[in-house]
């Protein structure tokens, strides 16, 4: 399919994404990392970010939770709620036909998808959080010693010099938004099908099953509303792979699991350089942060970041450590 192809199937298939980006960017909002201070530092000293596979993520019952979802979702709509039959949605028999090798291949493949989609979790600044943050991210992310730090990070540009990659915000819809939403993305496609009718099946499957995954792995409780977050997703199985995303192996609490790094290189890729998207940090609330301040200064200028003194801030929430 040409780019203009993909563009189009994400008006189709994606257009709350673009409705999202919109109202960050029109609110000059910026993003957080919340994090341990040594996972900070290593971020900074190494230069890159690292995608975990979403099964090994804190929030990974989310993820099971939106799936469900979807499942009820399709059952409910079954002719023959004892099988796999055809969704009762009012399309034509060609779109009908689409939707349902789409959603057959989606199930069939579910658990591959699991295992090959990586996330890094990052939230929404709030200009009322002046230099605190979010309290219900420190008290997540303090670490055994509850040393923990938040780098703020300008919006990144539109462009990712193929990189693959998907900027996402969470989604904190109840079940009948998302059911909403699942009618719609249908109705869209029957409304396109001229369209869709000068493409190879197989690849408007691809990208049914593509936007699927987006949105079940974006769906979070609204309990979790606070948080504001957004997520980088990573496809590496789905989509070329960029050769600056780099797969290594590495052991977190004790665990073997591969990660991707996304580059914060400028040399790499000179749009995400962490001196270019590095806005500031802000220490947790802990007894060392005198010490780390000292430490990331150093860290921050061997990075190539300038005046990292006046970018660093103690959050001052008095949260137990």
């Not at 709620?81 to 959603?103: C, P, Y």
């Not at 998207?277 to 200028?301: D, N, R």
């Amino acid at each position: 399919m040409t780019p203009e192809d993909v563009g189009k199937f994400n008006d189709i298939l994606l257009p709350y994404l673009a409705a999202e980006k919109k109202e960050f960017d029109d609110n000059y909002s910026l993003l957080v990392h919340y994090t341990s201070s040594d996972n900070a530092n290593k971020i900074i000293t190494n230069k890159c970010l690292w995608m975990r596979n979403v099964s090994l993520m804190n929030d990974y019952a989310e993820v099971l939770h939106g799936y469900n979802m979807l499942r009820d979702f399709l059952l409910d709509r079954r002719a023959d709620k004892s099988s796999a039959g055809a969704l009762q949605l009012g399309l034509s028999h060609f779109v009908q036909g689409i939707v349902d090798t789409a959603l057959a291949e989606f199930d069939l493949a579910w658990s591959d998808h699991l295992q090959n989609t990586y996330i890094s979790s990052l939230s929404v600044r709030s200009p009322k959080e002046n230099h605190f943050g979010k309290l219900s991210m420190w008290r997540a992310y303090g670490g055994n010693n509850g040393a923990s730090a938040a780098l703020i990070l300008n919006n990144p540009p539109p462009q990712n010099n193929g990189l693959n990659i998907f900027l996402c915000p969470a989604l904190y819809w109840e079940k009948r938004r998302f059911e909403e939403e699942l009618v719609a993305i249908f109705q869209r496609l029957e409304k396109e099908k001229d369209f869709l009718m000068t493409l190879e099946k197989a690849d408007i499957c691809n990208q049914i099953n593509m936007a699927l995954i987006i949105l079940i792995v974006s769906l979070k409780h609204v309990g979790f509303q606070e948080e504001s977050e957004w997520r980088i997703i990573y496809f590496p199985s789905l989509l070329p792979n960029h050769q600056a995303i780099t797969e290594s192996v590495e052991s977190i609490n004790g665990v073997p699991e591969i990660i991707y790094k996304l580059p914060l290189d400028k040399n790499i890729v000179p749009e995400l350089g962490i001196d270019k998207i590095f806005q500031g940090m802000i220490l947790g609330p802990s007894k060392y942060t005198v010490t780390q301040k000292k430490a990331f200064m150093k860290s921050l200028e061997l990075a190539g970041v300038s005046d990292a003194e006046n970018k660093i801030w103690e959050s001052g929430i008095p949260l137990r450590t």
